[in-house]
């Protein structure tokens, strides 16, 4: 990897490249803390905001479908003793 100045492009402050790239990427952003939820609990947790609007027995699905894997990491963790 080269340096800016090796590629003879202008280097910036952490400031102006942050301000920069939210500027620029929007769509790109870093995880807040504790927003860092696994593969499956984001999954469950977009089913869940879909199906607002769905009849009872898909939300209630929904609903079931992230309760038991809260239930399985519980059980995980309480094994593991964390
Ligand atoms: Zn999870």
Redesign the pocket.
């Given at each position: 990897m080269k340096s800016a100045k090796e590629l003879r492009e202008r280097a910036i402050c952490i400031s102006s490249f942050k301000a920069l790239w939210t500027q620029l990427l929007t769509h790109i952003r870093s995880c807040r803390p504790r927003m860092d939820?696994?593969w499956?609990?984001q999954q469950n947790n977009d089913q869940l905001v879909r199906s607002a609007n769905l009849p009872e027995k898909r939300k209630t699905a929904a609903i079931k479908k992230q309760r038991d894997?809260l239930r399985l990491?519980q059980n995980v963790c309480l094994q593991k003793d964390l």
């Amino acid at each position: 990897m080269k340096s800016a100045k090796e590629l003879r492009e202008r280097a910036i402050c952490i400031s102006s490249f942050k301000a920069l790239w939210t500027q620029l990427l929007t769509h790109i952003r870093s995880c807040r803390p504790r927003m860092d939820l696994c593969w499956q609990c984001q999954q469950n947790n977009d089913q869940l905001v879909r199906s607002a609007n769905l009849p009872e027995k898909r939300k209630t699905a929904a609903i079931k479908k992230q309760r038991d894997h809260l239930r399985l990491v519980q059980n995980v963790c309480l094994q593991k003793d964390l």
